[in-house]
T-cell receptor, first 114, second 114 residues
Framework: KQEVTQIPAALSVPEGENLVLNCSFTDSAIYNLQWFRQDPGKGLTSLLL?????REQTSGRLNASLDKSSGRSTLYIAASQPGDSATYLCAAMNYGGSQGNLIFGKGTKLSVKP | KAGVTQTPRYLIKTRGQQVTLSCSPISGHRSVSWYQQTPGQGLQFLFEYFSETQRNKGNFPGRFSGRQFSNSRSEMNVSTLELGDSALYLC?????????????FGPGTRLTVT
């Protein structure tokens, strides 16, 4: 059974700092891994999607990597800004019997201080 | 292109009542998935529909049901509401689902059961 873990649960950094959010998963037979952002009381905004055959994806100041063999993904945020403050969730989609649904981590709550 | 829309955005119901939530996917998307988000359990998968058929189902009691219409719009129904059903219900759409493309989420319906 796939389990997704995100550490740390919360992170506070000063503005301008580069930071890395971690995501680990127990079953390497994933179809893809997706990173989302959630603002308080809101839905999820898709940030990056990495297919199982890919190693990384980039969008602006965000870079996500995927290492299936070690069961890990990281989200790198460059030059953080107060507007980046939100909860970041990673989610894995399994290959096989449970295809069609995402398994989510509990998220990392990021606070960027001006 | 319009995003995923969900109605209503907020709902207050009493224990024992039933409720119906609606989701309109992004135009052209045929897969719709539903998730429940609570502070304790995080995001959990309810079910996925594709071409009016339930293709995948999470571990929720039979009180939770759904359907999809020919225009890909989807509804979910919860009967005999319990206090523990209070949550943010999110729907997500994708072109064909099953991990071949990313999922895009709506803003959610906040259900409060009193």
């Amino acid at each position: 059974k796939q389990e997704v873990t995100q550490i740390p649960a919360a992170l506070s950094v000063p503005e301008g700092e580069n930071l890395v959010l971690n995501c680990s998963f127990t079953d390497s037979a994933i179809y893809n891994l997706q990173w989302f952002r959630q603002d308080p009381g809101k839905g999820l905004t898709s940030l990056l999607l990495i297919q199982s055959s890919q190693r990384e994806q980039t969008s602006g100041r965000l870079n996500a990597s995927l290492d299936k063999s070690s069961g890990r993904s990281t989200l790198y945020i460059a030059a953080s800004q107060p507007g980046d403050s939100a909860t970041y969730l990673c989610a894995a989609m399994n290959y096989g019997g449970s295809q069609g649904n995402l398994i989510f981590g509990k998220g990392t709550k990021l606070s960027v201080k001006p | 292109k319009a995003g995923v829309t969900q109605t209503p955005r907020y709902l207050i119901k009493t224990r024992g009542q039933q409720v119906t939530l609606s989701c309109s996917p992004i135009s052209g998307h045929r897969s719709v998935s539903w998730y429940q988000q609570t502070p304790g359990q995080g995001l959990q998968f309810l079910f996925e529909y594709f071409s009016e058929t339930q293709r995948n189902k999470g571990n929720f009691p039979g009180r939770f049901s759904g359907r999809q219409f020919s225009n890909s719009r989807s509804e979910m129904n919860v009967s005999t509401l319990e206090l523990g059903d209070s949550a943010l219900y999110l729907c997500a759409s994708s072109l064909v689902g099953q991990g071949m493309d990313g999922q895009y989420f709506g803003p959610g319906t906040r259900l409060t059961v009193t």
